[in-house]
């Protein structure tokens, strides 16, 4: 079992920065999948970003591509969100997500079996 801690939110400009972690507990961090999701007041939970245990296979959400990058520290427990260019469509609540074992589609918030708190990431205009 994984426990996950978002930190690294706040308010930013539009064309800002913020990085997001997520920190897990646990000796066995380096076998989960992790991914990144958002929700925003009145929407579903929305798929940004995945990487996967060693770090090899990464994927985004088209919405983000060439703006956000995702990255982990298995000696850390860390996963990381580096978000650049922010717009204030990006505002959201932001959730990382452990999966221990093969995630069949990346995208699918059912498909993880371990979810952090959230953490507003507000950008505004």
């Known amino acids: 079992q994984v426990q996950l801690v978002e930190s690294g939110g706040g308010l930013v400009q539009a064309g800002g920065s913020l990085r997001l972690s997520c920190a897990a507990s646990?000796?066995?961090?380096?076998?989960?999948?992790i991914a990144w999701f958002r929700q925003s007041p009145g929407k579903a939970r929305e798929f940004v970003a995945f990487i996967s245990r060693s770090g090899a296979n990464i994927d985004y959400a088209d919405s983000v591509k060439a703006r956000f990058t995702i990255s982990r520290d298995n000696a850390k427990n860390t996963v990381y969100l580096q978000m650049n260019s922010l717009r204030p469509a990006d505002t959201a609540v932001y959730y990382c997500a452990a999966k221990n074992g093969a995630v069949y589609s990346v995208v699918t918030p059912n498909n993880y079996d371990y979810w952090g708190q959230g953490i507003q990431v507000t950008v505004s205009s």
């Open positions: 646990g000796r066995t961090f380096g076998s989960y999948n």
